[in-house]
């Protein structure tokens, strides 16, 4: 199975350079994220809160403190799950992924609204270790606080990786490493941005947007030419609300195997000097598709 990300050129520029960012829960877009009710019995004491958390640990099974949806307390809120939240974003990142390539919401969130990209990742990879499936529900979660300080044990951060339902679409799969095994590069912000090396060998290919300039659709060939990184564009289909794949080069270094031309990608190289430059001016010149096709660039 690969694994992918939806992203800005920007941020692609900064991945393929072997950089990505680590992001804490609360700069998502989610506002209820790592957010359950949390039930605190009348007589438990704030001071026997102390809480570890095992950033790749699995869910338990059976789970531990994990109530009926329809459970009612005066007890339930979820004041202390936000203190919680506070406290993980001193010491987590979260790297959000998506096991679906095909999501033109996701095009639109995440990828620049069609201008950024789409990379997809080796999820074998030895980076991808302990990562977590969202858990999408209906109702949200609510915990009793026994949930977070059974047998003195870390709790798996797995378990707060529960979202509404109505984010099912994204199939998201996420990393979460501690801040401590990141790097800072900026204060900027109301986070600061920790970033963690990301090994080139982990990267299987690179679709760019229908609407990426034709600017950057070269700049990231640059990039990528001598790697053995695909790199295709997401083209318009001429039926139905999908994108077809227009590839530019295959799994194999440019020194090794010339790009492909056609219509979508002959505008990369038709400043190039020879015959590879040769013929995309020919195909541009010649084919009806070749206007259509880049007329967004």
Not at 9 to 23: A, Y
Not at 154 to 167: G, M, N, R, Y
Not at 238 to 244: D, E, L, M, Q
Not at 253 to 281: C, M, Q, V, W
Request: hydrophobic residues 35%.
């Amino acid at each position: 199975m690969s694994l992918y990300k939806y992203l800005t050129i920007d941020t692609l520029k900064k991945v393929i350079g072997g950089s990505i960012r680590f992001t804490q829960p609360g700069a998502f877009n989610d506002p209820f994220e790592m957010l359950p009710e949390l039930h605190m019995p009348a007589d438990f004491l704030e001071k026997e809160l102390q809480i570890s958390f095992d950033v790749t640990g699995q869910r338990r099974c059976p789970p531990i403190g994990e109530l009926d949806p329809e459970f009612k307390s005066d007890q339930c809120s979820d004041v202390n799950s936000r203190n919680i939240v506070s406290s993980l974003n001193n010491s987590i990142g979260v790297l959000c992924l998506s096991k679906n390539n095909e999501s033109l919401l996701m095009w639109s969130h995440y990828a620049d609204e069609y201008a950024g990209a789409v990379i997809e990742f080796d999820d074998e990879h030895e980076f991808f270790q302990g990562r977590i499936e969202i858990d999408y529900r209906a109702a949200r979660p609510i915990k009793d606080i026994s949930a977070y300080i059974s047998n003195g044990e870390a709790v798996p951060i797995s378990e707060l990786c529960v979202k509404s339902d109505q984010w099912k679409y994204e199939s998201e799969v996420r990393l979460v490493r501690s801040l401590n095994d990141c790097k800072k590069v900026s204060d900027s912000g109301k986070f600061p941005i920790y970033v963690m090396n990301t090994p080139i060998a982990c990267i299987r290919s690179i679709t760019l947007g229908e609407r990426t300039t034709l600017e950057h659709q070269r700049e990231i060939w640059e990039l990528v030419k001598e790697t053995s990184i695909s790199l295709s564009l997401a083209a318009i289909s001429n039926w139905g609300y999908a994108f077809r794949s227009e590839p530019i080069k295959f799994n194999e270094p440019y020194s090794k195997f010339n790009p492909i031309i056609s219509p979508r990608t002959a505008h990369i190289f038709k400043d190039f000097p020879g015959e590879l430059g040769e013929i995309s001016r020919w195909t541009i010149e010649n084919h009806q598709l070749s206007v259509v096709a880049n007329s967004t660039v």
